[in-house]
Nanobody, 121 residues
Framework: VQLQACGGGLVQAGGSLRLSCATS????????VAWFRQAPGKEREFVAH????????AYAGSVKGRFTISRDNAKNTVHLQMTTLLPEDTAVYSC???????????????WGQGTQVTVSS
């Protein structure tokens, strides 16, 4: 599975961005998808995940209430709507896909290249 993340950019604190994770050639509805982020000098951290049907979603505490994960299986795309962005949200955001259910670890999932999000204060 090849994943492509896009939608990053430079935004002022308090602003919004929508990231997209897209794939082609696969039935995306069979895959759980997660977003992770990694800031310079920090470890990769979980942001949100969504089940293949979209019925199950979960968020990291640091983004809960500000970020929303959703999916459009007809377009093989998962979105991460980010609002009320903070400077500490600055990171490279990457998406991962796992065939079947949401896994205990995403280390062996398919990963796409990330997209840079920079939030200025």
């Amino acid at each position: 599975v090849q994943l492509q993340a896009c939608g990053g950019g430079l935004v002022q604190a308090g602003g919004s961005l929508r990231l997209s994770c897209a794939t082609s050639g696969r039935t995306f509805s069979g895959y759980a998808v997660a977003w992770f982020r990694q800031a310079p000098g920090k470890e990769r951290e979980f942001v949100a995940h969504i089940s293949g049907s979209g019925g199950t979603r979960a968020y990291a505490g640091s983004v809960k209430g500000r970020f929303t994960i959703s999916r459009d299986n007809a377009k093989n795309t998962v979105h991460l709507q980010m609002t009320t962005l903070l400077p500490e949200d600055t990171a490279v955001y990457s998406c991962a896909a796992n065939y079947g259910s949401i896994p205990a670890t995403w280390d062996t999932a398919y990963w796409g290249q990330g997209t840079q999000v920079t939030v200025s204060s």
